[in-house]
């Protein structure tokens, strides 16, 4: 912990297969005029959107609707929701789907009453948000981005082959969220899948960094193995309730900056998985797992000990007199054998990225400081071109 | 994570040897009248007390002090800390200490404006509160009971002979606490070694109980990793600051409300611990550490799973092919000898217990479901006496 920091997450959850119970109540905190946010329709036909509607309602609320979130929420969606709670003056968002949902509720919260182009203030230029901000609520029906209690917002700008991710502060974080593990079990296995890797990923970009002894470590460690025990179960039956609520649970706590606290981090992976979704549209946790391997492969030997203690915390691997290569090598092979087992993709050209793409791939991607290497361009296209 | 529960936690920490530069900024949200409570002078000593009065006196405050706050808080002081909040109409109570301090801000904050015997209200009946709260702040100089970001206060009647704890909701909670790990360098050794195992039984008591697999689980061994090695090296150098850093940070978390999630707890041992507080005014922490392994291998055959996972997991003992009651047996046996090396007290006797006080001990002890077995009066007796 050798870092100063200061923590604090205004975000109220409420957790378990009655939390919406709890809706009704926080309604009560808003005005009248709520835009209800979703994406393709899916909580349609599993009546999710009807026990939303219900408690909104029963809260007396005059519901704008906003569906049709995509994915990889583009720029053009978002000035379209600006619009629409604009017009409205909605007192309240409330995202009812995934992390896309969430965070391009987050964007419209910020972006509907600022002055000049969001996209360019707020995502290519990250500036702190000085207007008028919506409170958001959310009702999470898909688990892997944590952005149901953080202030995370990923935009996509296809014209621009850009995907920018701003964090914004406590201010635009949900104020509540509702958390039922059963919202979940209807998410195709593919996102599902997908979510499961998005979670273990978030927890890589904040271990692999930094050199110091920190508590932080020791609970992405705990995060981790529930993660792997979770998904294992999870992958064989999608409708066991307590893999899917540890699953839930822990995708909140890997992303809303605890076992970040007091150390540096890496984020590349997060980095090179969004210019592939730039240019691919595809899923974003298969983005992560695609390239995962061979980047950590490649960063191995700049952070030789915390892949060894990885191997042994994380794996249960028996690395005594192993020497640090080796251990740090079978942590990353136990890794590779059960991202195989959950059925993650690893191969990029699975995700539509082709040859051609690889120059404007590297020109997309950020370069960070904070892991154990700063990567260049060229070995971004290295780590891209070893995943096709 | 099987239960229903909701989660949220208001305070704002600022941690790192630069913490209390925040105190100004924090100080900004309350009005001009504020109330200093602090312990024995110890942090007139240390150059804290000056830190916070000009911090105090750049804000503009006009400062109440109410000093003397003992390790046991009573409620004769709570007595008379409600008078000098009401009587000057204090905006904001400012504790300055550990956790006593802390848990005593707290009292005076909900009981100030009580119009009935707090004491009553609050402690015997455990009512909620329903009166004006005072906010607290506070600049954390002790480790060891996580007041600084819960709901926790602890008040002891003598006369009575019952210390009893209530736990009020988010609007009790501290709005700040500044934690710099620099502030307990001078905590003198046996109070700093009682804080670490008041820290590791606050984990105890809410990882020994439950079947379920659950996140909190992980999240509670982690905790206790980074305790058990950051106490290993703060013994032998108090003023190593990564150490006493992480202690700080993993003192927090452990009793925040976030391992106890979707699942059931002890705090039996606590229960034992605070009765024995009551008659002898020992320090809290090494109450605990008296009582813990005559309760634990009490209890061991009603958990052993979780006994042995907690051998494994936490202690590192490759407990394959050993039969759980093996090793849940080794895995207290290590932590017996954790305790030894860290220099806790393992006498109840050395505490001040004396054979007559057990019968009186036993009536003071809450007999707690939610274990792996609720006791009877007389095994409180036993366990007490297995102690002395």
């Known amino acids: 912990m050798l870092g100063n920091f200061s923590y604090s997450n205004p975000t109220k959850l409420y957790f378990g297969d009655d939390a919406i119970s709890f809706l009704k109540d926080e309604l009560k905190n ?25 408690a909104l309602k029963d809260a007396g609320k005059e519901v704008f609707e906003d569906p049709g979130v995509m994915s990889n929420p583009t720029v053009q969606k978002l000035y379209e929701g600006c619009r629409i709670a604009k017009d409205n003056d909605v007192d309240l968002i409330l995202a009812v789907g995934g992390g896309s949902t969430i965070d391009y509720a987050k964007a419209v919260s910020v972006s509907a009453w600022c002055e000049e182009d969001p996209w360019d203030k707020y995502y290519l230029r990250m500036e702190d948000v000085d207007n008028r901000i919506i409170p958001v609520g959310s009702v999470l029906t898909m ?31 949900p104020k509540f969220s509702i958390l039922n593990p059963k919202y979940t079990f209807t998410v195709l296995k593919y996102q599902m899948v997908a979510g499961i890797y998005d979670i273990f990923n978030h927890i890589c970009e904040q271990y692999f960094s930094g050199e110091d002894d920190n508590t932080s470590d020791y609970l992405s460690e705990a995060l981790m193995k529930s993660v792997i025990h979770a998904s294992r179960i999870a992958v064989k039956n999608p409708e066991d309730y307590e893999a899917r609520s540890n699953l ?15 150390k540096t981090t890496d984020w590349e992976v997060h980095m090179i998985g969004q210019a592939i979704g730039a240019y691919t549209d595809a899923t974003h946790g298969m983005t992560l797992a695609a390239v995962s391997l061979p ?9 030789l000990p915390k892949f060894a203690r990885f191997a042994k915390e994380v794996w249960g691997i028996q690395t005594e007199g192993m020497g640090d290569e080796a251990a740090a090598e079978a942590g990353l092979a136990a890794m590779e054998a059960w991202m195989k087992e959950i059925g993650v993709v690893l191969s990029a050209k699975e995700l539509g990225v082709t040859e051609d793409m690889l120059e404007g791939i590297a020109d997309a991607t950020f370069l960070l400081e904070g892991g154990y290497k700063t990567l260049s361009r060229n070995e971004v296209i290295d780590i891209v071109r070893a995943s096709m």
Chains 1, 2 share one sequence.
């Open 30 to 54: 808003y005005g009248s005029r709520v835009m209800l946010t979703y994406g393709g329709g899916s909580i349609k036909k599993n009546g999710i959107y009807d026990e939303v509607i219900k």
């Open 143 to 173: 688990v892997g981005t944590g952005s149901e209690m953080n202030g995370g917002s990923v935009i996509t700008n296809h014209e621009q082959k850009k995907k920018i991710g701003h964090v914004f502060g406590d201010n635009v974080m």
């Open 248 to 262: 839930m649970w822990a995708a909140t706590w890997a992303l809303n900056t605890l076992i970040s606290k007091g």
């Open 295 to 303: 980047y950590y492969r490649h960063i191995m030997p700049y952070g």
